[in-house]
C-alpha cells in the first residue's frame, strides 16, 4: 500500500502565495508521474500541473506562469509553489501518483486533499 499526505493549504488574500506539499509512504517500489489535480464546489476535478519521474511538466492553462510543480524523488515528495494566487484558484487540492508497489502491484492513488481558499 502506498500513502499520501498533502500539507500546506490554507487561507491567504488574492495575489499571495502558498507551496502544498505531497508525501507518499508505505511500501513503495517505484513512483511514476505525479500530479496535482482540484475541485471547486460544484465543479469537476480537474487536473492543476502534472510532472514525470524525470521531471518533465504540465500545466492547466489558467496557471500557466503561477505555478510551479517539481518533485524530491529521493524524498517521495512532489510540492507544488503557487504565486499571484486568484479567488478562482479557491477548491480542494489533491495529489495524485501513479505508483509500483513492493508486491510490483501498480495503482493510482489519491491524498486526502487540502483546502485552499483565496479571498478577494
Known amino acids: 500500500q502506498v500513502q499520501l499526505v498533502e500539507s500546506g493549504g490554507g487561507l491567504v488574500q488574492a495575489g499571495g502565495s502558498l507551496r502544498l506539499s505531497c508525501a507518499a509512504s508505505?511500501?513503495?517500489?517505484?513512483?511514476?508521474?505525479m500530479g496535482w489535480y482540484r475541485q471547486a464546489p460544484g465543479k469537476q476535478r480537474e487536473l492543476v500541473a502534472g510532472?514525470?519521474?524525470?521531471?518533465?511538466?504540465n500545466y492547466a492553462d489558467s496557471v500557466k506562469d503561477r505555478f510551479t510543480i517539481s518533485r524530491d524523488n529521493a524524498k517521495n515528495t512532489m510540492y507544488l509553489q503557487m504565486n499571484m494566487l486568484k479567488p478562482e484558484d479557491t477548491a480542494v487540492y489533491y495529489c495524485?501518483?501513479?505508483?509500483?508497489?513492493?508486491?510490483?502491484?501498480?495503482?493510482?492513488?489519491w491524498g486526502q486533499g487540502t483546502q485552499v481558499t483565496v479571498s478577494s
Open positions: 510532472i514525470t519521474n524525470s521531471g518533465r511538466t
Open positions: 495524485n501518483a501513479d505508483a509500483v508497489s513492493t508486491s510490483s502491484s501498480r495503482f493510482t492513488y
Open positions: 508505505g511500501s513503495i517500489r517505484r513512483i511514476n508521474a
